[in-house]
């Protein structure tokens, strides 16, 4: 069975630093483009960052700089440092995969109906 689980959201104060980690099982992670979207209230999901199996990443123009990109094939794990946070950063963030696909780095994130298989989310909230 394909899952990804994400965990390490919590309600933090801006200025403070999270990583959100993305467990993946069942489908070759090593050959899968990885995604992180995040939603808040009343908002459209948006793409925030995604990495290629080679390890290429991109970001929005909204977290770049700020958000970082990692992976531990030896667990099949991406992970995404958050730091510094603000307030609008303040979202469910879901975890996403697309087996083998490979997306160029000044495309863009792949959009999130292209996308196969989704965590449940974990949310953040940054309290100014």
């Known amino acids: 069975q394909v899952q990804l689980v994400e ?23 090593k050959l899968a483009y990885i ?8 908002k459209e999901r948006e793409g925030v ?17 700020r958000f970082t990109l990692s992976r531990d094939s030896a667990r099949n794990s991406v992970y995404l440092q958050m730091n510094p946070l ?3 950063d303040s979202a ?10 490979w997306r ?6 792949l959009p999130a109906s292209d996308f196969e298989y989704w965590g449940q989310g974990t949310r953040v909230t940054v309290s100014s």
Request: net charge negative.
């Open 7 to 29: 965990s390490g959201g919590d309600s933090v104060q801006a200025g403070t630093s999270l990583r959100l980690s993305c467990e993946t099982s069942g489908f070759a992670f």
């Open 35 to 42: 995604g992180w979207f995040r939603q808040a209230p009343g």
């Open 49 to 65: 960052a995604a990495m290629n199996a080679d390890d290429t990443s991109t970001y929005a123009a909204s977290v770049l700089g």
């Open 86 to 88: 603000t307030p609008e």
């Open 92 to 101: 469910i963030y879901y975890c996403s995969a697309r087996p083998l696909h």
């Open 104 to 109: 160029g780095v000044g495309a863009g994130i």
